[in-house]
């Protein structure tokens, strides 16, 4: 059932993935990586289970593969925020191409020296 | 084997399957290289989303719906080992 | 009836030892005229018997024990048992009068009482029993009873070391003699004695008859004595005095030359044992005697010149004659009265002043004038004068060695030797303490009282009686005795006077030359003290230098084995299971030709190296979280796997497992330390090699495995059933919750332990130790 | 603490937690039962310690968790015992059937409860184990 | 949302009704009962859900409008041997105030490839984000561009 | 029902002390109940078993190669009676020495929980079932031996740990290549399905991961090391269960899968047995003699003693698997008696350090008794009944002409009475260097010392009474050596 | 892929001990990890692999249609991941605990109970 549909979405999700894989090597520092991956794994994932939901085309898969595509929307990008977040306040060094850091001001009160203690675990 | 690779080519899941196995060593090269622990952890997180994307590649290609049901399991709990890491670098912040 | 009266009169021995503790808190100074009503009592039934047994009757008890093993509490009464439960009983019961005094107000004389009736019985079951291992069982409480007796004097670290040097003496003999019993019951196909003692030429016949002879004597050495093992004996004067008297000298020791006389008639008769044991009767008789000589110390006198009898008797027992057999009952009854007299005279004297050194001691038989007879009347016997049983003996002893089938002017030679200096040691603890001129004691001596010379005068007087009348009170009991030996009927006639033969010459001159060494006993010992510091390197030294040697082994061994480091024990339990499955494999083969299972698909290729890949990189990571990381990789490629092959409920359960380990890793991993690189680089290439070679075993394990099946899976059954019986369409949940309900109800018990186990750990901290 | 977990935490707790009753439910029938269906529901709370901390966790817990595993021992040994009520071996399943409306015959049995068991113990210990780990 | 549940509750009898149970009909079901209930959304009262519907669908297509452009976008970037990239993090001001708000308006910037958010401020009024074309010079025509997700973010929930 | 109830009554008493968590009390009086019903129910088990054979329970009611078969042979049903006989006596003793702190934190629900997962391990006829077991009474011993977290019970706990978890992964791998190559776990079918296996090298290859797995389980040379380092740092009565207990599930384990599955090639497979079993016996006796302290040289004599029980496996006779089982008996009894009187030596000195002891004999006669039998037991002086166990180990192996491991249980023998020797002479002959005593709680003595006395009459009378301990350790032996009687009833009629 | 699969298993035990040898608690947890995941697999491998369908009864049948993944091997390692991750947990914490008692997580420097 919908075997184009589904073999074009599984193509693109796989694509896409893979985007965010060769993203996750090339890009130079952390945040520019993750736009890399978490997003586009993200939505290769959700393009992915949106294929099976086509493929199977029954009420319960499709509910299921449904609620999967939510749960990776829900979750990923919290879980980016997080990593970014905690990567930034730690001092993982930002890309020299970076033009602009207007948090930066906001903890200009403390040296921003990349923390060891976690970051180089 | 080789024939595997090529047939991968014609038939499209394979071909899906091929980029994703491709993606596993990349995100694993980053997991390798870090070089900080962020960096790692953005590849783990990636490496459980590919995980996902495979699992529903291949209920597909076995006509099997039992696997969609680890790929959601997957697809919401993978992100509680991804706060846990954050929480952990988060813990060297200048509070 | 009167066979029941043996396990009476050995079980009511353990009773009375039970309840005198009790008896004592009750009776205090009668109680050991009380309990030697027992012995007393004992005595008496055995005398009533010696006239059945003279007339050729044995008594037999059996009650089955152990039928499993062959075993009976079986007893056995025939001349030779009843010779020394004579001794034993008779003895006994001046032992414990005499103990009552000796020890009086002592505080734990109630334990005293209890050990004392313990050896008794134990003693009396040793030469009554009939099964061997019955046998066995009353011979190690007899050195059980040794201990604990010889160790009386507990606050005193000296008396703890001889107590443990006497048993473990005995003890590692009488583990000797137990393997010997065993072979010689499986080789005699029973293990009574009544049976045994017929089975003889079959013995004699039998390969094992050589390991059966050495164990048998290395029991029967250790417990009486026998060089090299006789240096407990002296050491064992720790005991108090009675002790000595009885255990060390008149009965325990005596159960080494019970069993080989007990033991001859399936054992005796051939060249090694003949060599042996009168090779060590002989040394031994030698050494005692000699060593006896360098004492001051009256026990220690005596329990010297105990070795050298208990060698004599050894070799005649060795000479395995008709005579010489006839010989050593009597001198057994002679050794026993004058050395017991001896003994308990020493005691007195010791309680008296306050003294047992013989160089400080001198005239006290006008202050102790009951015990000096005693005493002069044992020393006479022990020197062989006449008319006393202890010249009878003697003749009988010289004539015996005369007629000694091998080697005779040899053995004489040195049993004079050994009688001169014997004579000369007799004058010295029975003579000289009561002769020569009074000299100061540390205390003021006083006649003892009755409890303490009533033994000695009877037992010093039983001697002179005995050799008055020797052939109407000792005879009926030595003839059945050689009769059980030699198990051939032998008449024994004992008399005072043989007529003038070359015995009675060597008599004379054995006293005479006694006389002379006794005299110059100065002389002789500035002579032989020069030997003292080799005799410092005697069998004595040897022992303190096994036990040392063996704490040394312990310690060593101790400390490479149970090191304290784990990974050394990893080590060791992974080197063995490598080692023993290869070894296996290398020597029982069969091992099935993989069957090549080539048939791989790209991506399962890929999951499989990245697994693999990332296990490597977990090993290598500089970093915890970097290794945590790697080992999540490592957990979704797994799933990945489950999920490849058709296990959907194994991926998520495998998923789950990950993210909360990650999450329990990261919390701990917050107070944990950084990896640090604490090994050395040795230490890591020696690892890798024996990770390495464990891994390869463990895939050489499951190449084999799955290219070969021997019976096909059980698993149709739950495919059948799962839906229609069961109710579940997932046949491995219907697994888990029905068909093995049982493995997860057990699974389940393993996780709510963790919870237990880590809210324990986390919440309950003691700080001080506790107590248990 | 992030403001964006804690606001997204709020909206996944109830969503993992039917997600682990669904689990559960299914296990029978599908991939899931008891130990998957209890890890998700201890993932829950284990989520919401992480996100606002310990204490807020077990006030919303209400139970302590260690209630939860003897509870759970208790039903698994109860529904294993059950069978002894009709004369059978330890464990053998007792089953009837209920009619739900929509969904038609549903079979229930004891090995049913049993996972319920496992679920209980399985949420219990993992809760028990991580919020006195958070703890420290 | 009562509504909306009752939208749903009615796409689901339509389900059991038609015996048909495919996420086509499912999808029918919706949109049949969308309209019976928008006729009587009289007899119910007055519901903002109605006008909402509009808001979301395209609110939705919005999104996923931002999310293949910018996926595409940063796909380019990654495939080809140049970095093109502008990136910086940049302050967004917020007028939005409550915790879910700031949650979806965050989250759907973290969605978008491209743009990151990495922190709220304690007074919940600024949005810091990670950005990686921030191809204007002025940086607050950025802003007012990012800002376009609050907007969105509002119509839905207001 | 019968058979399955000491797995059940250790888990309901368990369930019932956590649920009843914060009233000590109740607790208390749970585990007592608990131990009383575990005790009855074993020995009812026993009389059955002796009566009417060998008793099967197929769990949930699936038949037997399929489902999970609870099966009590004589020999299992000896190990469950010791087991719930240790238990009682533990657990009352417990009563008058466990600390408040411990007893809120779990430590009646741990202990029952470990007499669950050891009587699981002697009942199951399921070799992954065995595994299961083995977790349980693992993880129970975990914590049991951590609880209360001092720094030594830590230390302990980490190696103890760590090498059973690698004993736990070889046996889980080596239950699973079984599996893979037999397609069964029943250990009935299992034997005979091994019978016809045509791959014999293999199948030995196999049993060495076996014996490996079970062999750190057992303390067996040169796989023993988490013992000694670990069994004198908890509380006495967690000491005392585990010396008792634990150590014998492996060497049950052993005796079970040599005698039932692993019988093709016994030449190779008993006679490496054998040899650790002397070796064990060597380095256990040598590590005590080495050790000063009392609950140190007790640990290190449980190492020699496994030796002597599984010499009578590796020498595979009737009479020798006879010896075993005897002597199993004996040691469990004896020993675990024996740990629990240094609990009492430490309570009445406040300490278990040889040179600090002293003075005991004098001032408590009745401990000093108390302190002999079993001492003297263990060391195997008649009539005792280490005695008759060490008889007839040494029997069959003078019948099989195994000479040098008979010397070596005897030179053994006399190594294990001098280091009985050296507690008996330090603690209780050497003087008190002493001042005070330590006050001693009159009502909690009466717990300790009534199992302790127990034990020791126990010890006695099994010593003078031989003979029915004797039939009952025989006749489980000859179940062993012959499995028939046992596969037919697990398999019912169709083998 | 059984043989690629023994590899792979080999490498885990491979890895695994050798991380237990580490002198380190932490790497020991890490070395228990890779231990536990290679006799997991390990089971599965042995009980045979398979790419026919999963054990469920599909909708309609009354019994598993061969060709089918066996179960019981499935059923066994879940057992075993289960107990070996309860066993993980306490581990851990015993760890924890270990190093706040010794202050090290050095394994050399805890060996005073052997010596
Ligand atoms: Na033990
Ligand atoms: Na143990």
Redo the contacts between chains.
């Keep these: 059932m919908n075997g184009g549909l589904s073999v074009v979405l599984v193509i693109l999700g796989a694509a896409f993935m893979l985007v965010a894989a060769i993203g996750v090597v090339r890009m130079p520092d952390l945040l520019t990586r993750m736009h890399a991956s978490t997003k586009a794994g993200a939505l290769g994932g959700g393009l992915l289970l949106l294929a099976v939901a086509v493929h199977f085309g029954e009420l319960g898969i499709t509910s299921r593969a449904l609620a999967g595509v939510a749960f990776m929307i829900l979750t990923a990008p919290v879980a980016a925020h997080m990593i970014g977040r905690a990567a930034y306040l730690t001092g993982v060094p930002l890309w020299e191409g970076t033009i602009v850091d207007e948090l930066r001001e906001r903890y200009s009160a403390r040296s921003r020296a990349p923390n060891s203690a976690t970051t180089q675990e | 084997m080789i024939r595997e690779w090529l047939t991968a080519v014609s038939e499209p899941i394979l071909l899906a399957l091929a980029m994703l196995v491709i993606s596993f060593f990349l995100a694993f090269v980053r997991l390798l290289r870090g070089p900080t622990l962020p960096d790692r952890v953005v590849a783990l997180d990636l490496i459980s989303t590919l995980t996902v994307g495979m699992m529903a590649a291949y209920a597909i290609m076995t006509d099997q719906s039992v696997f969609l049901d680890v790929a959601i399991l997957l697809a919401l709990i993978a992100f509680l080992g991804t706060i846990a890491f954050a929480l952990y670098v988060g813990k060297g912040r200048i509070p | 009836m009167i066979s029941g009266g043996i396990i009476v009169c050995v079980l009511s021995g353990f009773m009375l030892a039970l309840l005198a503790p009790w008896l004592y808190r009750v009776g205090r100074r009668a109680t050991a005229w009380i309990l030697a009503l027992l012995p007393f009592i004992q005595l008496m039934y055995f005398v009533s018997l010696a006239g059945p047994i003279a007339r050729g009757e044995v008594f037999v008890f059996s009650s089955p024990w152990v039928p499993g093993l062959k075993i009976n509490l079986s007893f056995y009464l025939d001349g030779l048992s009843l010779l020394f439960a004579l001794l034993i009983s008779g003895i006994g019961t001046l032992v414990v009068i005499y103990a009552g005094g000796y020890l009086a107000g002592h505080h734990q004389l109630g334990r005293f009482y209890a050990y004392l009736f313990m050896f008794m019985a134990s003693m009396l079951g040793a030469v009554l029993a009939n099964n061997v291992i019955t046998l066995f069982v009353f011979w190690e409480l007899t050195s059980l009873s040794s201990y604990v007796l010889i160790g009386f004097d507990h606050e005193r670290e000296i008396a703890r070391r001889a107590a443990l040097q006497a048993l473990l003496v005995t003890g590692v003999g009488g583990l000797a003699l137990l393997a010997g019993l065993l072979l010689l019951g499986q080789v005699g196909g029973s293990l009574e004695l009544s049976t045994l003692l017929n089975q003889g030429e079959v013995v004699r016949a039998h390969h094992l008859y050589l390991p059966i002879l050495l164990l048998i004597l290395a029991g029967a050495f250790t417990k009486s004595a026998q060089f090299p093992f006789h240096f407990w004996l002296p050491s064992a004067m720790e005991a108090p005095t009675p002790v000595s008297a009885y255990l060390h000298s008149a009965t325990m020791v005596k159960a080494g030359v019970y069993l080989l006389a007990r033991l001859g008639p399936v054992l005796g008769g051939s060249d090694a044992w003949h060599y042996l044991v009168t090779l060590a009767g002989a040394v031994t008789m030698l050494v005692g005697a000699a060593l006896a000589l360098f004492q001051t110390d009256l026990k220690r006198l005596l329990a010297y010149s105990t070795v050298s009898a208990l060698g004599i008797l050894t070799l005649l027992i060795g000479l395995d004659t008709a005579l010489s057999i006839q010989a050593a009952m009597v001198f057994l009854l002679a050794h026993a009265f004058y050395k017991g007299a001896l003994f308990l005279v020493a005691g007195a004297v010791d309680h008296e002043t306050g003294t047992r050194d013989v160089t400080q001691l001198g005239g006290l038989r006008h202050v102790m004038p009951i015990t000096a007879v005693a005493a002069c009347l044992a020393a006479l016997s022990m020197a062989g004068l006449p008319p006393l049983l202890g010249f009878i003996s003697k003749e009988l002893l010289y004539e015996a060695k005369l007629q000694a089938p091998r080697a005779a002017p040899l053995i004489t030679g040195a049993g004079v030797l050994a009688n001169v200096l014997l004579v000369a040691v007799a004058g010295i603890v029975g003579v000289r303490p009561f002769f020569r001129e009074r000299m100061a004691t540390p205390k003021n001596p006083h006649e003892a009282p009755l409890s303490l010379w009533l033994g000695p005068v009877i037992l010093a007087g039983l001697g002179f009686i005995i050799g008055l009348l020797p052939n109407t009170l000792a005879g009926p009991l030595v003839s059945p005795a050689v009769t059980a030996v030699r198990a051939e009927p032998s008449e024994v006639t004992l008399a005072l006077w043989h007529g003038l033969n070359p015995v009675l010459l060597l008599s004379v001159l054995t006293l005479a030359s006694g006389m002379g060494v006794y005299l110059g006993q100065g002389v002789v010992r500035r002579a032989t003290s020069r030997l003292e510091p080799i005799a410092q390197w005697g069998p004595a030294r040897w022992y303190d230098v096994a036990l040392e040697g063996l704490n040394a082994l312990a310690r060593i061994q101790t400390r490479l084995l149970q090191s304290g480091y784990l990974r050394y024990y990893l080590l060791m339990i992974i080197g063995a299971t490598v080692g023993l499955t290869t070894y296996t494999l290398a020597a029982r083969g069969g091992f099935p030709r993989p069957d090549g299972a080539t048939d791989v698909r790209f991506y399962e290729g890929g999951v499989a190296a990245l697994i693999s890949l990332a296990a490597v990189a977990a090993v290598r990571a500089r970093s915890r979280l970097a290794a945590v990381a790697a080992l999540g990789v490592v957990g979704y490629g797994v799933a990945l796997v489950y999920v490849l092959f058709g296990a959907p409920d194994l991926a998520m359960t495998q998923v789950l497992i990950e993210s909360l380990t990650v999450i329990l890793l990261v919390l701990v991993f917050y107070h944990l330390p950084r990896f640090a690189s604490l090994s050395t680089q040795r230490a890591r290439y020696r690892d890798v090699l024996v990770a390495v070679a464990a891994g390869g075993v463990m895939a050489a394990l499951v190449l084999a495995a799955t290219s070969i099946r021997f019976h096909p899976p059980i698993s149709d059954y739950f495919a059948e059933k799962s839906l229609v019986q069961a109710h579940g369409r997932n046949v491995v949940n219907v697994i888990l919750v029905d068909f093995r309900g049982m493995d997860t109800l057990g699974e389940i018990t393993v996780l709510a332990l963790a919870g237990i186990g880590a809210y324990a750990l986390l919440k309950l901290r003691l700080e001080r130790k506790e107590s248990g | 603490m992030s403001l964006i977990l804690r606001t997204a935490t709020r909206f996944l707790l109830p969503l993992l937690l039917l997600f682990s009753l669904f689990l559960l439910l299914r296990g029978h029938n599908s991939p899931g039962g008891g130990f998957v269906g209890g890890l998700v529901a201890a993932a829950a709370f284990a989520l919401y310690a992480l996100a606002f901390d310990v204490a807020t966790a077990r006030q919303l817990l209400r139970i302590d968790p260690r209630r939860l595993i003897a509870a759970g021992l208790l039903v698994a040994l109860g529904s294993g015992m059950a069978a002894w009520l009709a004369r059978k071996p330890f464990m053998t399943g007792q089953w009837s059937s209920i009619t739900l409306p929509g969904v038609g015959l549903v079979p229930l049995g004891t090995p049913l409860l049993f996972d319920l068991g496992v679920y209980l113990v399985v949420a219990g210990v993992m809760l028990t184990i991580i919020l006195s780990l958070a703890e420290e | 949302m009562t509504l909306f549940l009752w939208n749903i509750l009615l796409a689901l009898a339509w389900l059991a009704l038609t015996g048909v149970f495919t996420p086509g009909n499912l999808v029918v079901g919706f949109g049949l009962s969308y309209v019976i209930l928008r006729f009587a959304q009289r007899a119910l009262g007055p519901s903002p859900y109605f006008g909402k519907v509009f808001h979301v669908i395209r609110f939705v297509l919005f999104f996923l409008y931002e999310l293949i452009a910018s996926s595409l976008r940063v796909a380019h970037d990654v495939l080809t041997p140049t970095h093109y990239m502008r990136p910086g993090v940049i302050a967004i001001p917020l007028e939005i105030e409550s915790d879910g708000e700031i949650t979806l308006v965050a989250n759907l910037i973290s969605l978008t490839p491209g743009t990151l958010s990495l922190d709220v401020s304690a007074d919940k009024r600024t949005l810091y984000i990670h950005a990686m074309y921030i191809d204007d010079e002025d940086l607050d025509v950025f802003r007012q561009k990012i800002k376009r997700f609050e907007r969105k973010v509002l119509e839905v929930t207001r | 029902m019968r058979p399955v109830l000491p797995i059940l009554i250790p888990l309901m008493t368990a369930v019932a002390a956590l649920l009843a968590w914060r009233w000590r009390g109740v607790q208390r009086g749970v585990s007592l109940l608990g131990a009383v019903a575990l005790l009855v129910a074993a020995l009812i088990l026993l009389a059955s078993v002796w009566r009417d054979g060998i008793q099967v329970v197929q769990i949930g009611s699936w038949p037997a190669p399929f489902g999970i078969t609870v099966v009590v042979d004589l020999f299992s049903a000896i190990m469950v009676a010791l087991a719930g006989l240790m238990g009682l006596a533990v657990a009352v003793y417990s009563l008058g020495s466990m600390d408040t702190a411990r007893e809120e934190f779990g430590y009646y629900p741990l202990l029952h929980i470990l007499l669950m997962g050891v009587c699981g391990a002697f009942l199951t006829g399921d070799l992954f079932n065995l595994y299961v077991w083995f977790e349980v009474m693992l993880m129970a011993s975990f914590v049991l031996l951590v609880l209360g977290g001092e720094r030594a019970q830590i230390e302990g706990a980490i190696k103890y740990v760590t090498l059973n978890l690698m004993s736990s992964a070889l046996l889980l791998a080596a239950v699973g290549i079984l599996y893979g190559l037999v397609g069964t776990l029943n250990m009935a079918d299992l034997a005979q399905k091994l019978r016809s296996a045509h791959h014999p090298g293999l199948v030995t290859t196999l049993s060495m991961l076996f014996l490996v797995a079970f062999g750190i389980k057992a303390a067996v040379f040169p796989l023993f090391f988490w013992l000694p380092a670990s069994y004198h740092t908890p509380p006495v009565a967690v000491s005392a269960i585990f010396a008792g207990l634990l150590t014998k599930v492996g060497v049950y384990a052993l005796i079970r899968v040599f005698t039932l599955l692993f019988r093709h090639d016994v030449g190779y497979t008993h006679t490496l047995i054998l040899i650790l079993a002397g070796l064990t016996m060597i380095t256990g006796v040598l590590g005590a003699v080495a050790q000063n302290e009392f609950r140190r040289i007790l640990s290190f004599h449980i190492v020699s003693q496994i030796g002597y029980m599984i010499m009578g496996l590796g020498l595979f006779t009737p009479l020798a698997l006879t010896g075993s089982v005897f002597y199993i008996t004996h040691h469990i009894i004896v020993k675990t008696n024996l740990f629990l009187i240094s609990g009492v030596v430490n309570r009445l000195c406040g300490t278990y350090e040889l040179k600090n002891l002293g003075g005991l004999y004098q001032a408590h006669p009745g401990l000093a008794v108390l302190f002999m039998i079993p001492a003297l037991s263990l060391a195997g002086l008649p009539p005792l009944s280490g005695f008759w166990a060490k008889l007839t180990l040494v029997q069959a192996g003078l019948e099989t002409e195994q000479y040098v491991i008979v010397l070596v249980a005897l030179a053994v023998g006399v190594l294990t009475l001098l280091s009985m020797l050296k507690i008996w002479t330090e603690a209780f002959w050497k003087p008190s260097t002493r001042n005070s005593q330590p006050s001693v709680n009159r009502r909690q003595l009466v717990h300790v010392f009534f199992p302790i006395i127990v034990l020791a009459l126990l010890t006695v009378v099994i010593g003078l009474v031989v003979q029915p301990f004797f039939v009952l350790a025989e006749r489980a032996a000859d179940q062993l050596i012959n499995p028939e009687a046992y596969i037919r009833a697990v398999l019912g009629g169709t083998s | ?30 070395g ?28 309609g ?4 249609q ?1 060709p ?35 202050g ?5 420097e ?6």
């Excluded at chain 7, 049948?61 to 598993?64: E, M, W």
């Design positions: 892929m059984e043989t690629i699969l023994a590899v792979v298993i080999g490498v885990l035990y491979a890895t695994g001990i050798y991380m237990m040898l580490r002198r380190s608690l932490v790497k020991l947890i890490i228990l990890s890779l231990l536990s995941n290679g006799a997991n697999l390990l089971i599965f491998t042995v009980g045979r692999l398979t790419r026919a369908r999963a054990p469920f009864v599909p909708e049948a009354d019994a598993l061969p089918y993944a066996d179960p019981l091997p499935q059923a066994l390692i879940l057992t075993a991941i289960v107990i070996s991750f309860g066993v993980l947990g306490f581990v851990v914490v015993l760890f924890h605990r270990a190093y706040q008692t010794v090290t997580d050095d394994l050399d805890m060996k005073a109970t052997d010596t």
